[in-house]
């Protein structure tokens, strides 16, 4: 069985990278042991997709990309020697994310940038993960704090907490005051989503319905709820 750990280089640096590195665990002696690749000094990013281990990581100044299968390691070319990068995978595709940049190996023959960006994209912990046109990424900020799951909509580029929701509203419905004094104002987006739009309704209560003040009909908002 193939598991990763993940460590931070430095604990005490509040920029240190996260590194995830292989280890094999046999079930019968349930013993742990590291897995060694020769041609890295230090794997930082690791995953495993089509039973081939995949193991990111540098050798000297440079970073390399190590697929390793029946004990058989090759150097496959990687779009940036130069940069830390993060392993994922959509299906049984290897995925890289750069700070800036995302590529997918295709058909493990070569690179395709599906997503580059001026904004930094989160920092993941676990293997960012492509389902249909929407990449998760689980940001594990600091210790305990601020830890969030992103979705990134590669269609529309938009990147999103999982909390956080972008769209056109489609209705603000008046205010309702009930007999006991509490008030509720609801508000309709509607998201694209392939050929049939996603309508989703959200109530604000109490002191929040100003919030719904001035917005209008039409115009993009975000909406962040717990």
């Known amino acids: 069985v193939f598991a990763s750990i993940r460590r931070e280089l430095d604990i005490k640096d509040p920029k240190s990278l996260y590194i995830t590195q292989p280890y094999k665990i046999d079930l019968q002696t349930n013993k742990i042991t590291a897995i060694k690749v020769k041609a890295l000094d230090l794997v930082e990013s690791c995953i495993v997709t089509d039973n081939t281990l ?8 440079k970073h390399k990309l190590v697929s ?13 020697e130069e940069a830390c990068a993060i392993l994922g995978f959509a299906g049984d595709e290897l995925l890289i994310e ?9 058909d493990s023959q070569s690179w395709t940038q599906i997503y580059t960006s001026q904004e930094y994209l989160p920092r993941s912990g676990l293997p960012p993960q492509l389902y249909g046109n929407k990449l998760y990424l689980r940001d594990e900020g600091r210790g305990e704090n601020r830890k969030n799951l992103w979705i990134l909509d590669l269609d529309t580029c938009e990147l999103e907490k999982f ?9 603000v419905k008046p205010v309702q005051t009930f007999p006991s004094g509490f008030t509720k104002r609801e508000l309709i987006l509607e998201r694209p989503d392939g050929n049939y739009p996603q309508v989703i309704s959200f109530n604000f209560l109490k002191n929040n319905t100003s919030l719904l003040d001035g917005v209008q009909v039409g115009s993009k908002v975000k909406v962040t709820f717990d």
């Open 163 to 171: 909390y956080e929701m972008t769209g056109l509203v489609k209705e």
């Open 98 to 106: 750069y700070s800036r940049e995302i590529y997918r190996y295709k």
């Open 68 to 80: 390793v299968k029946n004990g058989k390691e090759t150097i496959v070319p990687v779009p940036k």
């Open 54 to 61: 995949w193991c990111y990581g540098k050798k000297g100044k």
